[in-house]
């Protein structure tokens, strides 16, 4: 799991039928860190994630994981270094916990096999991860949204994966489990040397929890960076059409930037 993992974007071009959301996207992610897909609504933010994570073949060009077009990898392969976490994922309610977590061995397991000592070790690493091994024989309609959404992070994480993939990830969770979700993320990336990227709207988690940010606008990459160089006063307002203020703010012992929109504007 603390392999470095390369993900490779080259000259994607992506469309739903025959309307082009995006044209020759190139990206390298290849170091662990925790990496924020941000831009306004319609930009192909989801879009690209899917590309990356081989839900979404592309119109033209290639994804590469670690050298290898990876809509050409065996499934399982592919899934053995990278999860993804969809924006609205489902079960049935009347599903436990943990069976939902054994869902994410099914990489490791044959068709006709059964979890053996390895898988169930995996299990409960992952739901000890994510704070929810008092809850694995709970339904998951009876679950809060916050426990719901960490069991299914779990989920991802029993893949024992390099690479989690979230889309949207804090979309309906209120304040509290938004940050805690957050906390939860950035404790694995560093715990377990995890590649993260994601796709979120609050601009504030961005720049608190991500190392790198990547904007999107109009189906282009706009801007590439850490935080301070792409969270600026100028590339939001061209960004969302709004001003906004920029401020450093400390907490505990560590500095991070602040967004506060506050107007909208014509760009």
């Known amino acids: 799991m603390n392999a470095e993992v390369r993900l490779e974007a080259r000259q994607l071009t992506l469309s739903y039928g025959e309307k082009i959301i995006s044209a020759c996207l190139d990206i390298v992610i290849n170091q ?19 590309a990356l994570s081989r839900l979404l073949p592309p119109a033209e060009g290639t994804v590469l994981l670690n050298g290898e077009d990876i809509h050409r990898m065996r499934p399982n392969a592919a899934a053995r270094l990278l999860s993804v976490l969809p924006q609205s994922a489902q079960a049935p309610g009347d599903m436990l916990v943990r069976d939902l977590i054994a869902n994410g061995r099914a990489p490791y397991i044959s068709l006709f096999g059964r979890p053996g000592k390895e898988d169930e070790a995996a299990i409960l690493s992952a739901a000890d991860a994510t704070g929810v091994t008092g809850l694995l024989f709970r339904r998951l309609d009876s679950l809060s949204g916050g426990e719901r959404q960490r069991a299914w992070l779990a989920l991802a994480l029993a893949q024992e994966p390099q690479l989690l993939m979230l889309d949207e990830p804090t979309t309906y969770l209120d304040v509290h489990h938004q940050l805690e979700f957050m906390k939860l993320v950035s404790r694995l990336y560093k715990e377990r040397k995890l590649t993260v990227v994601m796709v979120l709207h609050d601009l504030n988690h961005a720049a608190r929890y991500c190392q790198r940010i990547i904007a999107m606008k109009q189906g282009d990459i706009f801007a590439d960076g850490p935080a301070e160089t792409v969270l600026t006063a100028e590339s939001i307002r061209l960004l969302y059409g709004v001003e906004a203020t920029i401020m450093t703010i400390k907490q505990g012992n ?13 760009v």
């Open 32 to 50: 662990p860190e925790i990496i924020a897909i941000i831009g306004p609504n319609g930009s192909g933010k989801s879009t690209f994630l899917k």
């Open 254 to 266: 560590r500095e991070h930037l602040v967004c506060f929109p506050h107007d909208v504007c014509s």
